[in-house]
């Protein structure tokens, strides 16, 4: 070999890397991320992918691929449905305890209303009492 890196894609077929593969920049080393994209999607396909994609979203393909192979290896079954399941699931309990504290601060700004009406009642009552009381 005359010195140049070999991508994971590469190694692991035990191909000759070109400059012009299309997986070299993305991982130009075995990386952990290319094994899972590679067992749940096949490099066939990860190619393809890289072949229709424009240079700008190469990199966010990657990344987007990386963490769906990541979730299917974790839940082969839900995958990343069932992550956005978990999501909308905690957001929907989030809304609702939201909702809650939004009622129990109306509650206790009710009650400290009807306390500050009732505390300057009774001071106004006192002013009173305070001037029959000088007046007599």
């Excluded at 035990?14 to 999607?41: A, G, Q, W």
């Excluded at 990344?63 to 839940?75: H, N, P, V």
């Amino acid at each position: 070999m005359d010195g140049k890196k070999t991508c994971a894609a590469c190694k692991i077929s035990k191909k000759p890397c070109t400059d012009s593969c299309p997986i070299k920049p993305f991982y130009p080393d075995p990386h952990e991320d290319y094994d899972d994209i590679n067992e749940v999607f096949s490099v066939e396909h990860l190619k393809d992918w890289l072949k229709k994609t424009t240079d700008e979203q190469k990199q966010n393909l990657i990344e987007a691929l990386a963490w769906e192979s990541g979730i299917r290896k974790q839940d082969p079954i839900s995958g990343s449905f069932g992550v956005y399941k978990k999501i909308c699931e905690e957001n929907l309990q989030l809304k609702v305890e939201q909702k809650l504290s939004k009622m129990k601060i109306e509650t206790l700004e009710g009650k400290i209303a009807a306390i500050s009406e009732e505390h300057f009642n009774l001071w106004v009552e006192a002013e009173e009492l305070k001037k029959k009381a000088s007046s007599s």
